[in-house]
């Protein structure tokens, strides 16, 4: 009887082989060894069989004799269906799920590990916050938080929720809670069973708005006014203050007169002096929002029009009388 040989390996199997051995004849998986008698212990599908058809290097170190592709090596040294099948249905790059990859992405697109696809993060304008991609633009130094939805990193605020179940935090993000379904959040932070708010009272969601002489209101964060009930608008007719302004999500409702006040003739920016609002410049960026004239004690000044308190640099938007929103100082607020 001629010498016994080893013509298969398995990774994990008991006593397998570190990588896949070189014999006399230099076939992978088949060296020659002292002559044995044979054994019905020894016989695995990829241990100690006899040669089974040859399959190519491509098919790995455990795939040179007996395995097929589909299956895997066991610990007792049968060779078993994978009980792994890769997922890529709908994503174009990172993990198949089974240690393979659904592909990768090209140029300086970079692959959302999440959904799976391609995608060039955009971070033009933002310090901070998601990039669109996955990750993020940068984070903000000590005693800032970030803006997700600006991108900007904004003093910190500290959340007041004390007697109030639902609503703003009062820092711009975050809630006290919700209500139930059927429910609406009071501006006083407590739930109420149907609509409560009229036109220019603050909400907190659509269904806080009560109709406006049949027409619907919506609830929107306007700049200049805050978060209130309001109707949304195709012109300026469709208003009783005849603005109907753009809004950050691409929409348009009711706003304050203000914000669509003609100011042709400005020339003073924000900080600089003012006798009334027509002085002042609109910004120069984003939506271009207009500006106002406020003044403290003698001295006016033109400041940014804010609907919540991480608006403004100095983390504080104050009410003028006429209820119109300004960034104030901080002790203002």
Do not use: I, K
């Not at 711009?172 to 429910?183: F, K």
């Not at 304050?256 to 120069?284: I, K, Q, W, Y």
């Amino acid at each position: 009887m001629g010498p016994d040989r080893v013509v298969g390996w398995c990774p994990g199997a008991v006593g397998a082989r570190t990588a896949p051995p070189t014999g006399n004849d230099g076939a992978a998986g088949a060296t020659d060894l002292p002559h044995r008698p044979r054994t019905a212990a020894r016989r695995h599908p990829c241990g100690d069989n006899p040669p089974a058809p040859r399959r190519t290097a491509a098919a790995g170190p455990c795939g040179d004799r007996r395995e097929r592709l589909g299956q895997a090596c066991t610990a007792a040294g049968t060779c078993a269906a994978s009980t792994c099948t890769p997922n890529c249905a709908g994503r174009s790059c990172g993990m198949d799920g089974c240690g393979g990859s659904c592909g990768s992405c090209s140029g300086t697109g970079s692959c959302n590990a999440m959904t799976g696809q391609c995608c060039t993060p955009n971070c033009d304008g933002r310090s901070c916050g998601p990039d669109g991609c996955g990750g993020v633009c940068g984070t903000c130094p000590g005693g800032l938080v970030c803006d997700s939805v600006r991108g900007s990193c904004t003093p910190t605020c500290t959340p007041t929720c004390a007697g109030r179940n639902c609503g703003p935090n009062n820092c711009g993000t975050g809630s006290c809670g919700s209500c139930l379904s059927g429910q609406a959040c009071s501006p006083s932070g407590t739930c109420v069973s149907a609509c409560f708010a009229r036109v220019g009272d603050a909400c907190t969601a659509d269904a806080d708005c009560c109709s406006d002489r049949g027409v619907t209101t919506r609830c929107v964060r306007l700049t200049g006014v805050g978060t209130v009930c309001t109707a949304a608008c195709a012109n300026n007719s469709d208003c009783v203050s005849g603005c109907c302004a753009p809004l950050n999500d691409g929409t348009r409702a009711c706003n304050v007169a203000l914000f669509c006040a003609s100011n042709a003739a400005c020339f003073s920016p924000v900080g600089g002096a003012c006798s009334g609002d027509m002085d002042c410049c609109r910004e120069t960026t984003g939506l271009q929002n207009p500006t106002a004239c406020t003044c403290v004690g003698a001295a006016c000044n033109c400041a940014a029009l804010c609907s919540q308190h991480s608006d403004c640099a100095s983390g504080c938007c104050a009410r003028r009388s006429d209820g119109v929103r300004v960034c104030a100082a901080a002790s203002a607020c």
